[in-house]
């Protein structure tokens, strides 16, 4: 199970930190990865990390603004994000799946085991 949190709504320029706290499972583990669906629009994936692989990934609109890390300690995946803009304004859905059957980036979502029931962030201009 993945639960997400942290969401909420913030000015452009702002940041938040989502958290993604599973159970069931080791995030050390799995692979995790950050997707978020705009209304209107497609789903995308945002980021991915792979602790046993040393895998980050992110997707360009993310790159220099988010950041993923994992704590196993916390068993919790975090996106932190910087710089937000009003087109960040997404659901965003935190999934897992064991990191070898991860092979693509951004994963494919078909291929995520686990997803949450995600958290919505609202960017204001």
């Known amino acids: 199970q993945l639960v997400e949190s942290g969401g909420g709504l913030v000015q452009a320029g702002g940041s938040l930190r989502l958290s993604c706290a599973a159970s069931?499972?080791?995030?050390?583990?799995?692979?995790i990865g950050w997707f978020r669906q705009a209304p209107g629009k497609e789903r995308e994936g945002v980021s991915y990390?792979?602790?046993?692989?040393?895998?980050?990934w992110y997707a360009d609109s993310a790159k220099g603004r988010f950041t993923i890390s994992s704590d196993g300690a916390k068993n919790t995946v975090y996106l932190q994000m910087n710089s937000l803009k009003p087109e960040d304004t997404a659901v965003y859905y935190c999934?897992?799946?064991?990191?070898?059957?991860?092979?693509?980036?951004?994963?494919?979502?078909?291929?995520?085991?686990?997803w949450g029931k995600g958290t919505l962030v609202t960017v204001s201009s």
């Open positions: 990390i792979s602790s046993s692989d040393g895998i980050t």
């Open positions: 069931g499972f080791t995030v050390s583990d799995y692979g």
């Open positions: 999934t897992g799946a064991p990191s070898k059957e991860v092979t693509t980036y951004p994963p494919l979502p078909a291929g995520m085991h686990y």
